[in-house]
């Protein structure tokens, strides 16, 4: 009887951190002091980071893979818990925000990610995106005093729901063309019966690309980002600028580039011009704001089209370019978002982009650090952010789409523009106002490993694009 139980090894990491997570929600109310809820989040990360690392296998009948594909997005996902849980804990209680509550759906969220990354099946990669989705929402809206948190959180939670609806039906379409839910008997059942001038299948794989340009905010299914990035807590927006649309590339890789390989032609068509569409819009619509939280949306809009070249590619090269992208974002953008959270103030909310004129000048440190990410998101040697851009150009340009390629660069030299007035205003605009900076031992502790990971693979990134070569070995026929 127990050897016919599916075998749990494969789920160790997700298991630990549901575990943790619950635990924290039942107990919040009577832990008075608040650090326990940091100092288990940061151990829990680190734990379930070795696990991932420890544990391999299939489990529920081969529809869940603890795979090295998994692998290197786990370490993405659990990076980035590791980061926010460092950044969030002054700002949270400044603003009085629930740590456990907060750490707990953290948690939930990242498993949901965990879940997309390793699924073999497209009801499970449902579950997982429902699971970091609802998460996502409630943390967007935990600051439900204030108008522009409920306004962010109601249009994520609505056009989620629409996102949702699309890859439902998507799934639906590809199920009654070869009636299996299974990624890869998905893509054997196509090939054998040589769908691929189907029309059905041609729909399937639209929808596939609304529904995934939702959850990465490719435009013109961007319209919920700017808000929900405003509206949400800072150490919130951090998290979910990374988090979430890491987990979506990596269900596009699978779905795209296993399940749908024989519509290949069909879905790069419909990519194609959603890349650049959202390359130059986030780049422009970047250059006119001023909440320097609305122009790192637009600046992430813009990554988004960026890192969806190495998809559009459909090679090997071009997922591992895409996956070293994101693995760099995280440290870049995460640490941005934490000087903007190091200037919140309980009257300040440090969030106008002239907040930060003359900051070289009052506090030179600080200044310094958030002009290295500032030049890193720009893409500027010898950041992280240029190695990032230059891998999945190149994979781009060696799979053909060097007019695309041309684009991207061009986007590039107008999106450095929004980067660079903040650092005018930094370093060549006199103060107007004394800004009052505490560095406490978690945020310093964040901002010294984000600016080393930047710097770092900025210069050696080697082991890093080796490593995600490695984890696409055997993931793509």
Known sequence: MWSSLPSFVAVYPETLLVVVASVMALVDRWITRKAVFTWATIVTALLALALVFLTQGTTFGHAYAADQYGVFFKTIFLLVLFLVALLAPGYNQLLGINFGEFYALLMYAVTGMMLMASTRDLILLYLGLELMSLSVYVLVGLLYAELRSLEGAMKYFLLGSFASAFLLLAMAFLYGLTGTTNIEAIAKALLAANLSANKALFLSAALFVVAFAFKVALVPFHMWSPDAYEGAPTSVTAFMSVGPKAAGFAAMGRVF?????????????????????????????????????????????????????????????????????????????????????????????????????????????????????????????????????????????????????????????????????????????????????????????????????????????????????????????
């Open 257 to 477: 580039l296993i399940a749908l390989a024989a519509a290949k032609t069909e879905w790069t068509q419909l990519l194609v011009p959603l890349a650049v569409l959202t390359m130059f819009t986030g780049a422009v619509l970047a250059v006119v704001q001023t909440n320097i939280k609305r122009l790192l949306a637009y600046s992430s809009i813009t990554h988004a089209g960026y890192a969806v070249l190495g998809i559009i590619a459909g090679t090997k090269e071009g997922m591992a370019a895409t996956m070293l992208y994101l693995f760099l974002y995280a440290f870049m953008n995460i640490g941005a978002f934490s000087v903007i959270v190091l200037m919140r103030r309980r009257n300040f909310l440090g969030e106008n982009i002239f907040d930060y004129q003359g900051l070289s000048k009052t506090h030179p440190t600080v200044a310094l650090l958030l002009l290295i990410f500032l030049f890193s998101l720009t893409g500027i040697p010898p950041t992280a952010g240029f190695i990032g851009k230059f891998f999945v150009f190149r994979a781009a340009f060696e799979a053909g789409h060097t007019a695309l390629v041309i684009l991207a660069v061009l986007a590039s030299a107008i999106a450095a523009y929004p980067y660079l007035r903040i650092v005018m205003l930094m370093y060549m605009k006199p103060p107007e106002k004394e800004v009052e900076i505490s560095l406490n031992p978690y945020i310093f502790a964040g901002l010294m490993f984000a600016v080393t990971g930047v710097l770092l693979f900025g210069v050696y990134p080697g082991p890093v694009i080796d490593f995600a070569r490695a984890c696409c070995t055997g993931f793509l026929p």
